[in-house]
């Protein structure tokens, strides 16, 4: 009978004894996409009608007001600061160097499944930095960087 007690208390010990895992976290997608004059990515539901009107605005830069990253990120884990995504951005050259900004904005953690943020760039920021020409999508739990993805040309 003191047998199983005695290897029930140890284990219980050992199990107290390990740490709690850190948060991790995935940025999983990230999707450039045009916005039109009513802020719309696509005219229906339909991922084909999407890519097709995606196509087109690419074709008709006229009838772009901004642009929008759509990003599918992951954490699991207790996060014992905010999380963040970021967006850094890097646009076509005028001048000397390429202008840079950086979209951010604070996530909820947790669940099972996969989570979409949305971070736009819009409006009179938009025409100011003009086409983006390489991206690189980061998350993060305070100061420490859980994941990242980048464009090719980043």
């Not at 290897?7 to 991790?24: E, G, H, Q």
């Not at 999707?31 to 004059?37: A, E, F, N």
């Not at 604070?106 to 949305?118: L, M, R, T």
């Amino acid at each position: 009978m003191r047998r199983p007690f005695s290897l029930l208390s140890l284990c219980l010990f050992l199990a107290a004894a390990i740490p709690a895992a850190a948060a991790t976290g995935h940025v999983i997608k990230v999707l450039p996409q045009l916005l039109d004059s009513k802020g719309q990515h696509t005219t229906t539901p339909s991922l084909y009608d999407r890519d097709a009107y995606q196509a087109y605005l690419r074709l008709h830069p006229t009838n772009i007001t901004g642009i929008r990253f759509a990003v599918e990120w992951k954490s699991s884990g207790a996060a014992t600061a905010p999380l963040k995504l970021r967006m850094e951005l890097r646009g076509a050259v005028k001048g000397d160097l390429p202008p840079k900004t950086t979209l951010e904005q604070e996530v909820k953690p947790g669940g099972w499944f996969s989570h979409w943020a949305y971070l736009p760039l819009t409006g009179e920021a938009y025409r100011k930095f003009g086409s983006v020409t390489a991206w690189r999508a980061t998350l993060w739990e305070g100061d420490r960087l859980l994941s990242e993805q980048k464009s090719f040309l980043w």
